[in-house]
């Protein structure tokens, strides 16, 4: 095989992994619209948005936040959101004193407040902290959601998410961009939803119209 029939054969299976990916999330969007309703509920009844990650997944939880408190759209309303995994100090402080699994459940305990909503990172589920940061805040009565990928470990099968979309892929590149998109997505569809307060009438704070996808 000639140097350039190989490399046109390289990129057409790097495609092929993120068309594999990107047409399972197209297939979760009736799971990923109702996550939306809920949020744009809790959003509408004064709540705020709790991201948080390690690593890239710490990365992610920030560009969340921002996109919500500052949107790039001019006119889309400024949503309150707050990335745990900024504060260096604090997720250093609480590691060292409680430990690793501690520094987002912590924190949850401190800033929710029950119409809130929390949205945790995991690249393959199994972040310990991010799910004790998931169960805290499903404790606390949030709406719960979660971003994970490969077989979606511990995260996908807990009760502690609402709502989890899992990137079947074990390439990490690939999990990264298909969560990009997700909450791309996420963030256009809840202002969808908030923007038509019509479809909101029957929800509530306290509970979500959600189930699991796996």
């Known amino acids: 095989m000639s140097v350039t029939s190989t490399m046109q054969a390289a990129v057409g299976e790097a495609f092929a992994r993120r068309?594999?990916?990107?047409?399972?999330?197209?297939e979760d969007s009736g799971r990923i619209a109702r996550a939306c309703?809920?949020?744009?509920?809790?959003?509408?009844?004064?709540?705020?948005?709790?991201?948080?990650?390690?690593?890239g997944g710490g990365t992610d939880a920030a560009h969340i936040a921002v996109e919500f408190m500052h949107p790039v759209v001019v006119g889309k309303r400024a949503l309150p959101a707050i990335a745990l995994s900024?504060?260096?100090?604090?997720?250093?402080?609480?590691?060292?004193?409680?430990?690793?699994?501690?520094?987002f459940a912590h924190q949850v305990h401190?800033?929710?407040?029950?119409?809130d909503m929390a949205l945790g990172?995991?690249?393959?589920?199994?972040?310990?902290?991010?799910?004790?940061?998931?169960?805290?805040a499903k404790t606390l009565g949030l709406f719960t959601f979660a971003l994970a990928g490969g077989d979606g470990g511990p995260?996908?099968?807990s009760p502690a998410a609402d709502h989890v979309l899992t990137v079947a892929s074990d390439d990490p590149?690939?999990?990264k961009e298909i969560h990009v998109t997700a909450y791309h997505v996420l963030w256009e569809l809840v202002h969808v939803f908030?923007?038509?307060?019509g479809p909101l009438g029957a929800g509530t704070p306290g509970g979500t119209s959600g189930e699991a996808a796996g």
């Open 19 to 26: 068309d594999r990916a990107a047409r399972a999330l197209a």
């Open 37 to 55: 309703r809920d949020m744009a509920v809790r959003f509408r009844h004064g709540g705020k948005l709790i991201v948080f990650g390690n690593g």
């Open 86 to 103: 900024n504060d260096a100090a604090t997720v250093s402080g609480v590691g060292n004193r409680e430990g690793l699994a501690e520094t």
């Open 110 to 115: 401190r800033w929710a407040d029950p119409a």
């Open 121 to 136: 990172i995991s690249r393959d589920g199994r972040c310990e902290n991010v799910l004790r940061g998931l169960e805290m």
């Open 155 to 157: 995260l996908a099968r």
């Open 173 to 175: 590149a690939v999990v």
């Open 194 to 197: 908030y923007e038509q307060p």
